[in-house]
């Protein structure tokens, strides 16, 4: 069962543009959402994350939005540039339990064109 | 500059041979996990421990696989036999998991290539 659906696979933006990516979850009980990036040959990365009590974080030029009525939530990289393109990973995990371990979405390859 | 190390960062073997994948937390982490990160299944949680005692190994394919935190420096994820289908890049990450906070910190990986 694929707790977290990300979409799209890929994802091609022209320098400066905006970057969108999405996820969906199932998991009612999840209550903790990072993104993840990561390069080539390199362990994933923390970026940003949310908690459900909040609908938006915003950091630098990187803003999570989160629905949690329609169990959604989506990176929005701003001025998106060469330097991001990436695999970017969603992940959901329950913070009220002694099992925090993230479950993953299958992930997004960015790439931003110069 | 803390970070995660994983030993080795490349292991080609074959089909048969135990395989030993080493990872070194970052020092205070009271948690750590091993993923594994494949085309088809993307990353998947094969173990992790909270301050050394094994709390989910769910994930490992437990006739073959299996985890160990001898020490607070040390974990290690055993392949034993190994089999083609392991093939895929191993993740360590460790974090101090409490209270609101989940930041993990992943290792740069070990590569496993079983012939």
Known sequence: QQQ??????????????ISIINCAYENTAFDYFP????FPGKGPALLIAIR?????????????????????????????????????????????TGRRALTFGSGTRLQVQP | DARVTQTPRDKV?????????????????????????????????LAYFRNRAPLDDSGMPKDRFSAEMPDATLATLKIQPSEPRDSAVYFCASGFVSGRYN???????????VL
């Not at chain 2, 074959?14 to 494949?38: A, D, K, S």
Request: net charge neutral; with cysteine; glycine share 8%.
């Open chain 2, 103 to 113: 930041e993990q910190f992943f290792g740069p990986g070990t590569r496993l290539t």
């Open chain 2, 13 to 45: 073997t074959e089909m048969g041979q135990e395989v030993t994948m080493r990872c070194q937390p970052i020092l205070g982490h009271n948690t750590v996990f091993w993923y594994r990160q494949t085309m088809m299944q993307g990353l998947e949680l």
């Open chain 1, 4 to 17: 977290v659906k990300q979409s799209p696979q890929s994802l091609i933006v022209q320098k400066g543009g």
């Open chain 1, 52 to 96: 459900p009590d909040v609908s938006e974080k915003k950091e630098g030029r990187f803003t999570i939005s989160f629905n949690k009525s329609a169990k959604q939530f989506s990176l929005h990289i701003m001025d998106s540039q060469p330097g991001d393109s990436a695999t970017y990973f969603c992940a959901a995990s329950i913070m009220d």
């Open chain 1, 35 to 38: 993104w993840y990036q990561q």
